[in-house]
């Protein structure tokens, strides 16, 4: 008996350390390796001033740092700025910089590179994204090497999160004094991983920076293909040519699953898409319409239905995860409540209005205005659904209310600033009417003007989100939009790869700490 | 025949400018503005405007196509308005990916088309026959979009034989050229086994094989050679459709050819993209038809341009 024992204990150590290694070699992170990644469009610039789409945010933040930049939960977190004190009356922001930083050109980084930077917005140049900035910045200027003061012109409560966007990476200054606009050809940072080049439609190469403040990355190469077609980018993950891959179809994941050759890794993105009523047009300019439209939409069985559970429901305009979100109470569904308030505003039977809707450039954004289409018309309310390219919809959308032809327009929004005024006001406030802003349904209530403007000047963030909140709830009683969901980002991966990370912003990165199972 | 060759190429100028002229006015009728995309959503009017200025988009038409032809004449294509890339680099990448492409998949087409035209027609109404024209019937009015994915699945993730897409190598191209050639491939045998089978009621067929020709001579010397006129014109077609750009195959199997820089451009209003694709398609289509043109002579000595 005892020999027998022994003997099973024997083999059963046999057997550990036989196996020790396989699973040591399965946790244990692998240096070396290319990863190539297949994404759904080519990136439109990759100078972080002048993006304004996920791939080129995507491989920015592979090339690229920032003061403070947000963790894979939307937190701040200390980046190329290692501390930072704010002034009592929010104006002065004093940030400590990191030392011995380098660009991938060999430019040291310190506090004129960020003054360079903030300049460059600030100047005469005016990249595409200056606007983030010019309103709120007023000057930057080096204390020492490696500290730096930002004077602002109002207090700004959601600066940190100005600095952490895509736009804001540091660039370097030799490298933009060189090549001035076309540094989207030539792109340098301090990132983990060194531009190569971008051979457009086809693919954008990135090797390791061995200096990285962080340390030498894991990964040696990364291949960012752009693979257009939905189809072809699950299968050429499926063949293995693909070691990651963006923007799954929600129908192919529990096949996917199922199957197990492939992980899919679905994440709740920060994008909320609604329906923006034109509310210089009548019924709309009527709360009461507003309202009843709310309740004749069941959200649930469109995320059950059309999303196959990868989207959320939300409450107002704002997606979850969002700095300053609040999960606040809104319309459940309710076809009844909405005949009833449709007919205290006058419309018994109904009415006849349209609704714009884009075709592929959010996830099931066609299929998803459809839906409302259809539950409206169990309310009474006929809405021809209408549609175009991307190109077209732009035009046709940003107009003044006077040649605006949308009664209902379907858009997808994702603050990239990742708090939620940037999900409220640019599209919800008196003084954003288009052109001066992208309020292209020219909604507006001043008191929730006042409640934003009083979370902008807020020196704490309690006082800050409690007035966040309190906008969330007054969007909830006087209705911009039919409020829908939030999408979420299914990433698609070999067995093998390891640390992707799947941000709420819907950018789909690696960083030094990816790695590759040989 | 050279000064002909000449007179063809220099017939070019006016087709390019006409095409270019056409392009312009049709692009700049589309509702869409290249500087509002390049934007985005959240830019406000002045952002759009400034891009506007940048680009000479807020001149006149009469001047924003003038000065493209000024430009292009002495060679310079311009920019990009959506990545700033110069529109004749991202063209040569682009062609020189679309004629291997093409050469690929004629080469493909033409080989099994004329294989099965061939015996189809020499052996009329037998089993061949009527399994290659089914084959055939199948191979034009399958969608490219679907046929792509099904190799894709098939010889990419099932068997693993060869890459799903992208491009790189030769083993790159093979499933693309399959994809791309099967149309043309049915086009040809059908046109192939029409002609021969016309040609071979010609009385000069009946002489060759009275004269004691064995089969094999009458049938490639005497018979293909005259029937190839026909299946050239269709050849040159097909060829010069391909170099056009194959925007479905592009898709299916994300290769960088002209077609989709094209159609891509097309949604981005990228205007001098647009407009360089429209004169790379536009002048590889007349070389083609010149060169279908020139092969007509070789094949039959009776056809001289004077």
Redesign the interface.
């Known amino acids: 008996m005892r020999r027998t024992w022994w003997g099973f204990g024997m083999a059963l150590l046999v057997g550990v350390i036989a196996l020790a290694p396989a699973a040591w070699a399965a946790t244990q992170p692998q240096v070396g390796g290319t990863l190539v990644y297949g994404a759904g469009a080519d990136p439109d610039s990759l100078d972080p001033a002048n993006t304004d789409s996920n791939p080129g945010e995507a491989v920015g933040r592979m090339m690229n740092n920032f003061l403070v930049r947000f963790d894979a939960k939307l937190n701040l977190v200390p980046d190329l700025a290692t501390s930072w004190t704010q002034s009592k009356d929010g104006l002065i922001w004093t940030f400590k910089l990191r030392k011995g930083v380098k660009f991938h050109d060999g430019t040291p980084f310190n506090a004129q590179v960020v003054k360079y930077n903030f300049d460059r917005f600030l100047g005469p140049e005016k990249p595409l994204k200056a606007s983030l900035h010019t309103p709120i910045i007023q000057s930057v200027e080096v204390v020492d090497e490696f500290t730096v003061k930002f004077t602002l012109k109002v207090p700004f409560a959601f600066f940190l999160n100005n600095l952490a966007h895509s736009a804001t990476a540091m660039v370097s200054p030799e490298a933009h004094k060189k090549w001035g606009k076309d540094l989207t050809l030539h792109p340098v940072g301090t990132g983990p991983f060194k531009f190569v080049e971008w051979v457009r439609g086809d693919r954008v190469v990135l090797v390791r920076n061995d200096d990285y403040y962080e340390g030498k990355p894991r990964l040696d190469r990364i291949i960012v293909r752009t693979v257009r077609e939905d189809s072809a980018r699950v299968l050429g993950l499926e063949a293995g040519d693909y070691d990651l891959i963006v923007r799954i179809p929600p129908e192919e994941v529990p096949r996917l699953m199922r199957e197990g050759r492939v992980r899919t890794y679905a994440e709740q993105s920060n994008r909320a898409l609604w329906v923006k009523f034109n509310v210089t047009k009548k019924p709309f300019d009527d709360i009461r319409v507003r309202q009843a439209l709310n309740y004749a939409v069941d959200k649930e069985s469109i995320v059950k239905n059309i999303y196959q559970g990868l989207a959320a429901v939300i409450p107002t305009l704002v997606g979850p995860l969002n700095n300053g979100y609040a999960p606040v109470k809104s319309y459940p569904y309710d076809p009844a409540m909405a005949k009833k308030l449709l007919a205290e505003a006058g419309y018994p039977n109904g009415f006849k209005t349209n609704l714009w809707t884009p075709k592929g450039r959010y996830l099931k954004d066609f299929e998803l205005a459809q839906a409302v289409q259809q539950q409206l018309q169990t309310v009474g309310v006929e809405a021809s659904l209408e549609t175009a390219d991307w190109g077209s919809y732009l035009a046709a959308l940003r107009k003044p209310p006077a040649e605006n032809k949308a009664d209902m327009h379907l858009l997808g929004w994702s603050p990239s600033t990742a708090e939620a005024r940037w999900g409220i006001y640019p599209i919800s406030a008196c003084d954003q009417f288009y052109p001066r802003g992208s309020n292209l349904g020219f909604y507006c209530n001043k008191d929730l003007d006042e409640l934003i403007t009083k979370a902008v000047v807020a020196t704490s963030l309690k006082a800050r989100d409690q007035r966040l909140r309190e906008a969330q709830e007054l969007l909830v009683k006087d209705p911009a939009a039919i409020y829908l969901l939030a999408t979420k980002e299914t990433v698609g991966m070999s067995l093998k790869l390891h640390g992707v990370i799947n941000s709420p912003l819907e950018l789909v990165y690696v960083d030094k700490d990816t790695w590759k199972e040989k | 025949m050279l000064s002909y060759i000449l007179r063809r190429i220099l017939m070019l100028v006016p087709v390019l400018f006409g095409v270019t002229l056409i392009s312009f006015l049709l692009l700049h009728m589309?509702?869409?503005?290249p500087a509002?995309?390049?934007?985005?959503?959240?830019?406000?009017?002045?952002?759009v405007d400034?891009?506007r200025t940048e680009y000479g988009l807020d001149q006149p038409l009469a001047v924003q196509y003038l000065r493209f032809v000024g430009s292009a004449v002495r060679g310079d294509l311009g920019i990009?308005i959506?990545?700033?890339?110069p529109v004749f680099t991202?063209l040569l990448?682009?062609l020189a990916f679309t004629l291997q492409l093409s050469l690929v998949s004629i080469l493909v087409a033409s080989a099994i088309g004329l294989v099965a035209g061939i015996i189809s027609s020499t052996r009329q109404y037998s089993a061949f026959d009527t399994a290659s024209m089914l084959g055939a019937l199948f191979g034009i009015s399958m969608p490219i979009f679907w046929l792509g994915?099904l190799l894709?699945?098939v010889f990419?993730?099932r068997l693993?034989w060869l890459?799903?897409?992208?491009?790189g190598t030769l083993r790159h191209l093979i499933l693309p050229a399959i994809a791309l050639g099967s149309a043309s491939a049915a086009v040809i045998a059908r046109m192939t086994r029409a002609s021969m089978l016309e040609v071979a009621r010609q009385d000069y067929i009946r002489t060759a094989r009275a004269t004691g020709y064995r089969e094999s001579v009458v049938i490639f010397r005497h018979a293909l050679k005259n029937a190839m006129i026909p299946v050239l014109t269709v050849f040159g077609l097909e060829f010069g459709y391909m170099l056009g750009g194959a925007v479905l195959t592009e898709?299916?199997?994300?290769l960088?050819g002209i077609g989709?820089?094209l159609v891509?451009g097309i949604?981005?209003?990228d205007y001098p993209v647009v407009q360089g694709a429209m004169i790379a398609v536009a002048t590889t289509f007349v070389l083609v038809n010149l060169l279908t043109d020139v092969a007509y002579a070789f094949f039959d000595p009776r056809i001289r341009y004077e």
Do not use: C, M, N
């Open positions: 589309v509702p869409g503005d509002e995309l390049l934007a985005g959503l959240e830019a406000t009017k002045e952002d400034r891009i990009s959506q990545s700033r890339h991202l990448q682009r994915l894709i699945l990419a993730v693993h890459p799903s897409g992208g491009a898709t299916v199997f994300s960088p989709r820089l891509e949604f981005a209003r």
